[in-house]
C-alpha cells in the first residue's frame, strides 16, 4: 500500500530523519549489533534515510534496497547520487523479493510492514532471502496505532488484520525466525531482531 499525502509529507520530513537516526536505528543497534561487511537489504526504504544509517551506524558493505513507490525509488536514486553511493535499487513488494534464496547477512524493516496487506507472507519472504544464521532487524508500528480515531483517518494504513506484540512475535516464529530480542514502547512500537534459524 502506497503512502497518502500526510504519510508522505512525514517520510519526507527531517522530524522522520532524526527519528530513525536517533531512536529506531540506535534501538536495533543495541539489540542486534553490528553488521560489518555485511550484504544487506532494506524492504520499504522509502526515502532511503535507513540506507545512510546502514552504511554508517551499522558497518553494512553493500545495500540493496526497494519500494512499492516509484517516487520513492527516484528519491533515495538522487540522495545516494550526491553521496557517490550506488545501492541496487528497484520498484518492489514485500511479498515477492526478486533474489534467490539465502542472500542477504541482514535485512531491515523501519516500519515498512504494516503497510502490507498480508504482513505475514512478507516475514516468510524475508525469511527466504535471508542466509541461515542472518539477522532480521525490524522496528514496526502497533495495532493499536494504526487503528487509533484520529492517526486511522489520517494516515492510510489496512485496519484489518493488523498486529500487536504477542501476533508479530508469533508470526515470526511461525516463520522459522529465532527471536534474539524485542522491545516495546508503550502499545505503539515495536523493535525486534530475530534469527533465521
Given at each position: 500500500?502506497?503512502?497518502?499525502?500526510?504519510?508522505?509529507?512525514?517520510?519526507?520530513?527531517?522530524?522522520?530523519?532524526?527519528?530513525?537516526?536517533?531512536?529506531?536505528?540506535?534501538?536495533?543497534?543495541?539489540?542486534?549489533?553490528?553488521?560489518?561487511?555485511?550484504?544487506?537489504?532494506?524492504?520499504?526504504?522509502?526515502?532511503?534515510?535507513?540506507?545512510?544509517?546502514?552504511?554508517?551506524?551499522?558497518?553494512?558493505?553493500?545495500?540493496?534496497?526497494?519500494?512499492?513507490?516509484?517516487?520513492?525509488?527516484?528519491h533515495v536514486?538522487?540522495?545516494?547520487?550526491?553521496?557517490?553511493?550506488?545501492?541496487?535499487?528497484?520498484?518492489?513488494?514485500?511479498?515477492?523479493?526478486?533474489?534467490?534464496?539465502?542472500?542477504?547477512?541482514?535485512?531491515?524493516?523501519?516500519?515498512?510492514?504494516?503497510?502490507?496487506?498480508?504482513?505475514?507472507?512478507?516475514?516468510?519472504?524475508?525469511?527466504?532471502?535471508?542466509?541461515?544464521?542472518a539477522r532480521?532487524?525490524?522496528?514496526?508500528?502497533?495495532?493499536?496505532?494504526?487503528?487509533?480515531?484520529?492517526?486511522?483517518?489520517?494516515?492510510?494504513?489496512?485496519?484489518?488484520?493488523?498486529?500487536?506484540?504477542?501476533?508479530?512475535?508469533h508470526a515470526?516464529?511461525?516463520?522459522?525466525?529465532?527471536?534474539?530480542?524485542?522491545?516495546?514502547?508503550?502499545?505503539?512500537?515495536?523493535?525486534?531482531?530475530?534469527?533465521?534459524?
Amino acid at each position: 500500500m502506497q503512502l497518502n499525502f500526510f504519510e508522505r509529507l512525514f517520510i519526507l520530513s527531517p522530524v522522520r530523519a532524526f527519528l530513525q537516526n536517533h531512536l529506531e536505528a540506535r534501538q536495533l543497534l543495541k539489540m542486534g549489533g553490528f553488521i560489518k561487511g555485511a550484504r544487506v537489504l532494506e524492504v520499504g526504504c522509502g526515502p532511503g534515510f535507513g540506507i545512510d544509517l546502514l552504511f554508517s551506524h551499522f558497518g553494512a558493505a553493500s545495500v540493496d534496497a526497494f519500494d512499492l513507490d516509484p517516487k520513492m525509488v527516484f528519491h533515495v536514486q538522487q540522495r545516494q547520487n550526491k553521496k557517490k553511493r550506488r545501492p541496487l535499487l528497484w520498484v518492489g513488494n514485500v511479498r515477492h523479493i526478486p533474489v534467490a534464496d539465502s542472500q542477504y547477512d541482514a535485512v531491515f524493516n523501519f516500519g515498512a510492514i504494516h503497510h502490507v496487506v498480508n504482513w505475514r507472507a512478507s516475514l516468510a519472504e524475508i525469511h527466504r532471502v535471508l542466509k541461515p544464521g542472518a539477522r532480521f532487524y525490524c522496528e514496526e508500528i502497533l495495532s493499536r496505532y494504526i487503528t487509533h480515531p484520529l492517526i486511522g483517518r489520517l494516515m492510510d494504513h489496512p485496519q484489518k488484520d493488523r498486529f500487536d506484540e504477542p501476533q508479530f512475535i508469533h508470526a515470526l516464529q511461525k516463520a522459522g525466525f529465532r527471536i534474539e530480542s524485542s522491545r516495546q514502547l508503550g502499545d505503539l512500537y515495536l523493535w525486534v531482531v530475530a534469527t533465521r534459524a
